[in-house]
């Protein structure tokens, strides 16, 4: 486990986490608050009701010039050119070897003016990729440490937040955005898209307006019993939905057709490696990313084994945990792809003992 050291890098708000008394820990080179009040607690307020996380930890690319959707094109599996102005697409980079260098959603702002949001711990990755690709005089700019982000998730999200600007959120559809004035802040984007599964908005703002804007959601939601939501809650509600973690479900070694992101991989034109990834979907995969739940009282977690009813190993967790929506342990994992549909008996092997498993389709968590 890392340790809280002098190099880790805070957010603008750290000071407001510890004095909320945040239990603070180390992730991809940051101090992060994992909870404040209890993971249960947590994820149950914004499954609710309302709750705000800090994930200013991620990291933001502009694109800018004539040529920036070429750039996103080659790069990226999914087909970015269907993006409208102000529409957000999830997709990944591939790597030259059948694997992921990252997933990521992009917004684009006009024709020649895209945003990529990166995950934190793959920044530096991201950006070096990119730009490696980037024969095509693209400008780049890494805005990561000059912005702030938000996630204000659950079904009163919007009641809290739409106090706070004059756009309309309700006419915003999911994987959309807008920018303007929010909380007295200027430029501010304001996008319907999330990890939770609940519903909500994730906000960008300036490092300097920081302050200020928590302490404006924070009051604005304070009718509908606001709570700040750590990192241990916002994967319990990622889980839940079945969404990717990277460096848990998704990595260098895995394919976006094994993890079930075929949906995101469009051969419709060529990418980094698109012509083996084809292949790979037309002759079949030898694994698959399953969701499961389990049948024994158990918690299975990450690099647990998976195994066949005879004890013959067949794969092995990426991520799990016990669901607070559901109350039973859930999780995801690579299993032989005959393993793979739903139903399938399996054995997640927690202390010495091999516990009954079962596939099931994702989300876990039925709207």
């Given at each position: 486990m890392?340790?809280?050291?002098?190099?880790?890098?805070n957010?603008?708000?750290?000071?407001k986490?510890?004095?909320l008394?945040?239990?603070m820990?180390?992730?991809?080179g940051f101090?992060?608050?994992v909870s404040y009040?209890?993971?249960n607690?947590?994820?149950l307020?914004v499954?609710n009701?309302?709750?705000?996380?800090d994930?200013?930890?991620?990291?933001?690319f502009?694109?800018?010039?004539?040529?920036?959707?070429?750039?996103?094109?080659?790069?990226?599996?999914?087909?970015?050119?269907?993006?409208?102005?102000?529409?957000?697409?999830?997709?990944?980079?591939p790597n030259?070897?059948?694997?992921?260098?990252?997933?990521?959603?992009?917004?684009?702002w006009?024709?020649n003016?895209?945003?990529l949001v990166v995950?934190a711990s793959?920044?530096?990755?991201?950006w070096?990729?990119i730009?490696?690709?980037?024969t095509f005089?693209?400008?780049m700019k890494?805005?990561?440490d000059?912005?702030?982000l938000?996630?204000?998730?659950?079904?009163k999200a919007?009641?809290?937040?739409?106090?706070?600007?004059?756009i309309?959120?309700?006419?915003?559809?999911?994987y959309?955005?807008?920018?303007g004035k929010?909380?007295?802040c200027?430029d501010?984007?304001i996008?319907?898209?999330?990890?939770?599964?609940a519903?909500?908005?994730?906000?960008?703002?300036?490092n300097?307006?920081?302050e200020k804007m928590?302490?404006?959601?924070?009051?604005?939601?304070?009718?509908?019993?606001?709570?700040?939501?750590?990192l241990?809650?916002?994967?319990t509600?990622?889980?839940?939905?079945?969404?990717?973690?990277?460096?848990?479900?998704?990595?260098?070694?895995?394919?976006?057709i094994?993890?079930g992101?075929?949906?995101i991989?469009?051969?419709t034109?060529?990418?980094?490696?698109?012509?083996?990834?084809?292949?790979q979907?037309e002759?079949?995969?030898?694994?698959k990313?399953?969701?499961?739940e389990m049948?024994?009282?158990?918690?299975?977690?990450h690099?647990?084994?998976?195994a066949?009813?005879n004890g013959n190993?067949?794969?092995?967790?990426?991520?799990?945990?016990q669901s607070?929506?559901?109350?039973?342990?859930?999780?995801?994992g690579?299993v032989?792809?005959?393993?793979?549909?739903p139903?399938?008996?399996?054995?997640?092997k927690?202390?010495?003992?091999n516990l009954?498993?079962?596939?099931?389709?994702?989300?876990?968590l039925?709207?």
């Amino acid at each position: 486990m890392d340790t809280i050291t002098d190099e880790m890098k805070n957010t603008a708000i750290t000071h407001k986490h510890i004095a909320l008394g945040a239990k603070m820990v180390p992730f991809a080179g940051f101090n992060m608050p994992v909870s404040y009040s209890g993971l249960n607690d947590e994820h149950l307020a914004v499954r609710n009701s309302v709750g705000i996380f800090d994930v200013s930890h991620m990291g933001e690319f502009m694109l800018k010039g004539e040529k920036a959707l070429d750039l996103i094109q080659l790069v990226t599996s999914n087909d970015a050119s269907k993006l409208t102005d102000k529409k957000v697409q999830y997709t990944c980079l591939p790597n030259d070897n059948g694997g992921i260098v990252d997933d990521f959603l992009v917004y684009r702002w006009n024709r020649n003016e895209y945003y990529l949001v990166v995950n934190a711990s793959n920044i530096e990755k991201d950006w070096n990729w990119i730009s490696n690709h980037n024969t095509f005089g693209v400008e780049m700019k890494n805005m990561s440490d000059d912005l702030s982000l938000f996630a204000v998730q659950g079904p009163k999200a919007i009641n809290a937040l739409q106090k706070l600007t004059d756009i309309d959120l309700s006419k915003m559809e999911y994987y959309s955005f807008d920018a303007g004035k929010m909380a007295g802040c200027d430029d501010v984007l304001i996008s319907n898209t999330g990890y939770t599964g609940a519903g909500g908005f994730e906000i960008y703002v300036w490092n300097k307006d920081a302050e200020k804007m928590w302490d404006a959601i924070m009051e604005a939601g304070k009718e509908f019993g606001i709570k700040p939501i750590g990192l241990g809650a916002r994967d319990t509600l990622r889980l839940e939905m079945g969404f990717c973690l990277y460096g848990n479900d998704i990595d260098d070694t895995t394919s976006p057709i094994e993890a079930g992101l075929g949906w995101i991989t469009k051969f419709t034109k060529e990418f980094t490696n698109s012509k083996d990834l084809k292949q790979q979907k037309e002759n079949g995969v030898s694994k698959k990313l399953v969701g499961f739940e389990m049948i024994d009282r158990g918690i299975p977690r990450h690099n647990y084994e998976i195994a066949d009813a005879n004890g013959n190993i067949i794969g092995k967790v990426t991520s799990g945990t016990q669901s607070p929506s559901l109350q039973k342990g859930i999780g995801m994992g690579y299993v032989k792809t005959e393993f793979s549909k739903p139903d399938s008996e399996i054995f997640i092997k927690i202390r010495d003992k091999n516990l009954k498993a079962k596939v099931v389709a994702i989300p876990f968590l039925k709207k």
